[in-house]
């Protein structure tokens, strides 16, 4: 008996040790339609990831939402890329003054907006804090000089989904009223795994 004990306990603390051999900070974003993990890259964006997990640990995104989505022209939602964003803009407002994070372009991080990849929305560049949107599909025109942002500065990612992509394509076919989602999808709240 206590032979099986010593083995459940030796698989359960390999188990815990495996799951992130990366070493990278790791995210749970639990939703109403599933939940997506994410690893984040503090060594190519620091301020942002820094901000982010500050965010989560101050608890921002409980009872957040993703409500907007951004479809590619021409496509039928069900073959559609593009993006989903998400945070804390209707559901608790005074946060969307927390102070705007540094911008950190792919031009600086090296990363690039591909299929899966979190980044921050923002306005001008510096004025990203709270929002961030995933990438459905390759997104590189949101990178830096590219002509997916005026000002050419692109946008800062910081993180990649590597498990629930199926969730946030189920976010990405929700009804929309142009990229406004009619029924937003809550997230219950944000976490480190």
């Given amino acids: 008996m206590i032979k099986l004990y010593c083995i459940a306990a030796i698989m359960l603390l390999y188990t815990q040790c495996s799951s992130n051999r990366s070493g990278l900070p790791q995210i749970v974003i639990e939703t109403e339609m599933g939940d997506i993990e994410a690893e984040l890259y503090p060594a190519k964006a620091p301020q942002t990831v820094a901000a982010f997990l500050s965010y989560i640990d101050k608890g921002y995104y409980n ?40 911008h950190e372009s792919t031009a600086l991080s090296g990363l690039t907006h591909t299929h899966g990849t979190l980044s921050l929305a923002r306005k001008a560049p510096g004025t990203g804090s709270t929002e961030f949107f995933i990438c459905v599909g390759n997104q590189t025109q949101y990178d830096y000089g590219n002509a997916g942002v005026a000002d050419k500065e692109g946008y800062a990612a910081f993180g990649r989904v590597t498990v629930g992509m199926e969730t946030v394509q189920k976010i990405q076919l929700g009804r929309t009223n142009g990229e406004t989602l009619l029924q937003k999808v809550r997230i219950k709240k944000i976490s480190r795994q």
Avoid: D, H, K
């Avoid at 593009?82 to 946060?95: E, F, K, R, T, Y």
């Fill in 63 to 102: 009872n957040a939402a993703f409500y907007r989505v951004v479809l590619q022209e021409g496509l039928s939602p069900s073959l559609n890329s593009g993006v989903v964003q998400a945070g804390v803009w209707q559901s608790n407002n005074a946060l969307l003054q927390v102070p705007g994070i540094p």
